[in-house]
């Protein structure tokens, strides 16, 4: 219960570094995060191919959204420099916006 404040409740559940390092399996494993939603407050898992990360030219407009597979809400929270970090590192895809 010593979690800051950045970016809210994102974590990573299973870094890609945790993987192990196997030479014939397929691709590297997931990387999970998890995350929770505002709506229906529920938390879970979800692998890098569910959440989308958007890149504005601040911070302020730089966040990650994806939809809650518990109550089918879309859900965007701010993505700090630590989160945009742990996302793209994860494999999550990345948008950057453009304009302004
Ligand atoms: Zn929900």
Do not use: Q, W
């Not at 014939?24 to 959440?51: I, K, M, Q, W, Y």
């Not at 302020?60 to 793209?88: M, N, Q």
Request: proline fraction near 8%; aromatic fraction near 4%; charge should be neutral.
């Amino acid at each position: 219960m010593s979690e800051g404040t950045d970016g809210g409740t994102l974590r990573v559940v299973r870094p890609p570094e945790d993987a192990p390092a196997t030479a014939d399996g397929p691709a590297a494993p997931a990387v999970l995060f998890r995350a929770n939603c505002t709506h229906c407050r529920s938390s879970f898992e979800l692998d890098a191919g569910a959440l989308r990360l958007a890149i504005g030219a601040s911070s302020r407009t730089t966040f990650y959204s994806f939809t809650c597979p518990e109550c089918g809400e879309a859900v965007r929270k701010p993505a700090g420099e630590r989160i945009v970090e742990l996302l793209t590192g994860g494999g999550v895809p990345t948008i950057r916006l453009t304009g302004r």
